[in-house]
């Protein structure tokens, strides 16, 4: 089994990503790729191997219950146990950090 891949392979692979490597980068890819494709290769060893379990970690025979409509909620049973609102709206905190959006 090579040990290495071939520079041509390495330059394939860096112009797929659209970066420039040195030539020092690409003797060093050229070891580090192949030992990591050895790695993913190493899935064609498992035994048993299925498919299926790869998709979901659940039974595919689950089924989802079905929706039901129910009775909504008025605006003030819902705002007596939100701690900050403006209006009808509830105000939450910031979860993401979108970065200036200006």
Do not use: C
Request: negative net charge; hydrophobic residues 35%; aromatic residues 4%.
């Amino acid at each position: 089994m090579e040990e290495k891949l071939t520079k041509e392979e390495v330059l394939h692979v860096a112009e797929l990503a659209r970066i420039k490597l040195t030539d020092e980068e690409i003797e060093k890819y050229q070891v580090e790729l192949k030992k990591l494709l050895n790695e993913v290769e190493k899935i064609n060893d498992v035994k048993d191997y299925d498919n299926n379990i790869l998709i979901a970690p659940w039974d595919s025979n689950t089924k989802p219950r079905e929706d039901e409509v129910g009775e909504m909620l008025k605006p003030e049973e819902v705002l007596k146990n939100v701690t900050h609102h403006s209006g009808n709206f509830i105000e939450v905190p910031v979860v993401v950090n979108g970065g200036d959006l200006t």
